[in-house]
């Protein structure tokens, strides 16, 4: 009998046409839509005079533009103001559900699709969005898609896709206190690089990986693009199943049986072929944090930023270029560099997981002077449940900013920016040069490494600052 | 102008030697605020291309008239696989 991979599965039971040479065409179950890659897409829609095909298989919600303060006021920023009315144009008109501003439900795109148990095992999920990869966390094939496929999605409910190689990253063991999953996926992204898993699929397997909560693996999910990777996902388990019973749009009653049942099946058979396979054991994995501007450029806080020994030709050049950059030099230590604001969200680590672990470790300490802090929950409901918990009260009482949900300041498209030369550690996923604004310094890191450098005010190790 | 189908693209090229052009490098975030498909090309490389004065810099190859052409040839790493961004300016 064949030996498939989880990955082959889903793949295969989505395919509904095999062109020779050629991409499949290939079925989406679940199309998110935000305001930033969909109004071009509608607008195209309507002028080839095509509808939506199945507007019920689509979820709206504005994250990317949005600001993170005064959300029920009409929005300043005339082009963000403009792309949010769009949004709510073109669902009116298609009757697909939004979840505005405001709403219950409203937040990042990424946060509210698991929160709402919309997305679930065995799916294909797309949106116009790098990390859509996050769903994969729920063992569905999940990838970011550009505008002119959100148009082909919306008018067919199917993508052509070449079937990508498939990877699996094994990772072994325990995880030492004061590590987390973020802490993972950029060491295992330091390791094999931005481009390591450029044309491959990733599955994530491995005893630490099973140890993880759902919020957790998503956030390894979520970064599975920064390694060139087309998607990343996680076999479903009783972890994933406990996350889903319950929620909004997951199956109910005898429904729920049925889709347990099969959602056993979505497991790679033992035997099956990866066309690569790496293995990490956790140990080796400590607080980790970025100091340059790609995501592959990551060091543990405790270590020195690489010295340019070996580096020759244009790789040195980049390399000096991007260290000039952020203002560091090769070879000195990064503990201790004085840093200027924190953020704490993005759909990366904007859960209520990463605000508790936040709140946990600042409560009774307030954050240092010189820090500017912003929390930004990832939806209306972990806002809500922040709330219920405690967490806001610890949270400004230590001096951060709580903010309203949204994208916020992971990308400079809405008022949240990092001003020019400043330093900023994020528990975002990107660190390009002008990714948080134009000169903007962005230090990548866990909730944990973020919240002991707002009580600092410099890149410190987590372990040190909160002890066990 | 939306991108007419096309067989064969002919033209000279234009040499970006950088390795590791990101997405943000292509087009800043900043700029993806359109509803149309049209003046994405005004911030292609925005951040390259012109200082925050707005100012075309000279050493940026796309300043410089000596190269004009359809074809970009980038050192390794050039980021546009899946981008979304990207894939709204035509370069995918």
Redesign the interface.
Known sequence: MEKNTLFDKIWDAHVVKSVPAGPDVFFIDKHFIHEVTSPVAFLNLEKRGIGVKYPHRTIATPDHNVPTVDQDQTIKDKLSRMQVEKLRENCAKYGIELHDLGSAHHGIVHVIGPELGVTQPGMTIVCGDSHTSTHGAFGAIAFGIGTSEVEMVLATQCIMQSKPKKMRISVEGALGKGVTSKDIILYIISKISAAGATGYFVEYAGSTIRSLSMEARMTICNMSIEMGARGGLIAPDQTTYDFLKGKQYAPAGADWEKAVAYWNTLRTDDGAVFDEELTFDAADIEPMITYGTNPGMGIKVVDNIPSTEGMEGSNKTSYLKALDYMGFAPGEPILGKSVDYVFVGSCTNGRIEDIRAVAQFVKGHKKADSITAWIVPGSREVEKQAQAEGLVAILEEAGFELRQPGCSACLAMNDDKIPAGKYAVSTSNRNFEGRQGPGARTLLASPLTVAAVAITGKITDPREVFGN | M?YDKFTILQSTAVPL????V????II???F??????EGFGDNLFR?WRYD?AGTPKADFVLNDSTYSGKILVA???LWM????????LGL?
């Open positions: 939306a030697s950088t390795e590791n990101d997405t943000d490098q800043p975030a900043r993806l605020k359109a509803t149309e498909r951040d925050s050192g390794k790493k696989r899946i981008e979304p961004r990207t894939c709204r995918v």
